[in-house]
Nanobody, 128 residues
Framework: QVQLVESGGGLVQAGGSLRLSCAAS????????MGWFRQAPGKEREFVAA????????LYADSVKGRFTISRAIAKNTVLLQMNSLKPEDTAVYYC?????????????????????WGQGTQVSVSS
């Protein structure tokens, strides 16, 4: 079992920045992929970014490339999502998730169904 707790959401003006944190506890292993997803009202949950716990390879959705950065603090079992140049369309509940499948080096999945464990979510609201 893996427990995930997000924090850092809030209200920000367009063009501003926020940093989300995801604290992981329980069984965590080097082969895990950690991901961030988001869900806006009335929309499907969509992939935002992912990082391999070991090696630090990253994957981003096209909509956030160049604006968001995912990283991990191994000693703290924490995954971070730095969000810059925020837009109103980034408004959503952001979820941290863990994919526990062993994958080849550097390989990550952007599919929601690949992730086994989820946090409770944190609200990000961007005003225009």
């Amino acid at each position: 079992q893996v427990q995930l707790v997000e924090s850092g959401g809030g209200l920000v003006q367009a063009g501003g920045s926020l940093r989300l944190s995801c604290a992981a506890s329980g069984r965590t292993f080097d082969w895990y992929t950690m991901g961030w997803f988001r869900q806006a009202p009335g929309k499907e949950r969509e992939f935002v970014a992912a990082i391999r716990w070991s090696g630090g390879s990253t994957l981003y959705a096209d909509s956030v490339k160049g604006r968001f950065t995912i990283s991990r603090a191994i000693a703290k079992n924490t995954v971070l999502l730095q969000m810059n140049s925020l837009k109103p369309e980034d408004t959503a509940v952001y979820y941290c998730a863990a994919d526990t499948t062993r994958r080849s080096m550097g390989s990550m999945s952007p599919r929601r169904g690949s992730y086994d464990f989820w946090g409770q979510g944190t609200q990000v609201s961007v005003s225009s």
